[in-house]
């Protein structure tokens, strides 16, 4: 496992044997959470030891912040957090670098944390000589998330090799996109887009991508649909701003007419959160294909077997 001790700071950083690695304790977590209701009881003793991650979020999250810390708490760690940057020296003045600098200063075993896009925040995180988890980099990278996308593609679908994954909505904005679009092409999977000419994405890693300019060709393509969200905290030009949820939702939201057209045994994924109604209608949240729910519950077991092999924490199979 080449993430032990080591930064993960993009999907880019893991290699497919590790991936691997990470899915299979993944899945071992979740059938002994589901069996016994505890997954304490596979690490080996003495390797727990009494490690400390820290949770540093400058920016709001509801899944990926509980998540982390369910799954150390689950682990056995403890946690520190740091989620409300109102009552950080930030109100003082201090940069989210020098918040982050000072965060590891403390020796924590982990640091997890998710950051505005600022080229103060970046460096800091590069530069810090402990184990450190991006949990959402503005517009760059999210890599956990990509990560837990991919396991529930492998299983729902069997595997990702060979999947065609389409993307829908922001992905100019999208740090999701961009760490999926890495994972999955390294894991086999083929990815495509479907987009507004304002969310379609300026970066030369997208520039061989697949991109559906209709939403009804798109979903006869796909084996698996990932919506995603209008990022308007992150749109700063007027074209993406002139674009208005209504002309958005007419033409790129995945509803029942769509469901029509996509195949029996597809699935239907979103990193969330999910505005109702814009992404997905009501009626595709509740169709057996969408695992949007599912996605959540993954969340914690692949967070856990993650942090488990960058701390180095051996586990009983
Ligand atoms: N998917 C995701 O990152 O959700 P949160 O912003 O709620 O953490």
Redesign the pocket.
């Known amino acids: 496992m080449s993430l032990v001790k080591k930064p993960f700071l993009s999907t880019a950083d893991v290699s497919k044997e590790d991936v691997i690695a990470i899915f299979d304790r993944s899945a071992l977590f979740k059938k002994e959470f589901e069996e016994k209701g505890r997954i304490d009881h596979l690490i080996k003793p003495n390797s727990l030891g009494q490690k400390v991650v820290t949770l540093l979020f400058q920016?709001?999250?509801?899944?990926?912040?509980?998540?982390f810390q369910l799954a150390a708490l689950r682990l056995g760690l403890r946690v520190v957090l740091l989620d409300n940057m109102s009552i950080s020296s930030m109100q003082k003045g201090e940069t989210v670098g020098d918040t982050i600098r000072n965060a590891a200063a403390m020796q924590p075993d982990l640091l997890i944390g998710?950051f505005n896009e600022d080229l103060d925040a970046e460096e800091a995180i590069k530069a810090l000589e402990i184990p450190v988890i991006n949990?959402?980099l503005g517009a760059k990278e999210?890599p956990t998330?990509a990560l837990l996308d991919a396991f529930t593609i492998r299983e729902y679908r069997g595997q990702v090799e060979g999947e065609r994954v389409l993307l829908v909505g922001d992905v100019l904005h999208s740090r999701?996109a961009n760490s999926n679009l890495k994972l999955l092409r390294n894991l086999g999977a083929e990815v495509a887009y479907c987009a507004p000419e304002e969310f379609r994405p300026k970066d030369s890693l997208w520039q061989d991508v697949q991109h559906f300019p209709h939403r009804d060709e798109a979903v006869q393509w796909a084996s698996v649909i990932m919506g995603l969200r209008i990022q308007t905290e992150r749109h700063k030009d007027e074209r993406s701003i002139g674009l208005t949820v209504a002309n958005f939702r007419d033409r790129y939201r995945i509803g029942g007419d769509q469901l029509n057209h996509f195949r029996e045994d597809g699935i239907l994924l979103h990193?969330?959160?999910v505005i109702r109604g814009v992404e997905f209608s009501n009626y595709v949240l509740q169709d057996p294909r969408c695992h949007v729910l599912d996605q959540v519950t993954n969340?914690v077991y692949v967070r856990a077997a993650l942090m488990s092999f960058m701390l180095g924490i051996e586990v009983s199979s």
């Open positions: 920016e709001p999250s509801t899944r990926t912040r509980t998540s998710r949990a959402g999210h998330q999701v990193p969330g959160p969340g």
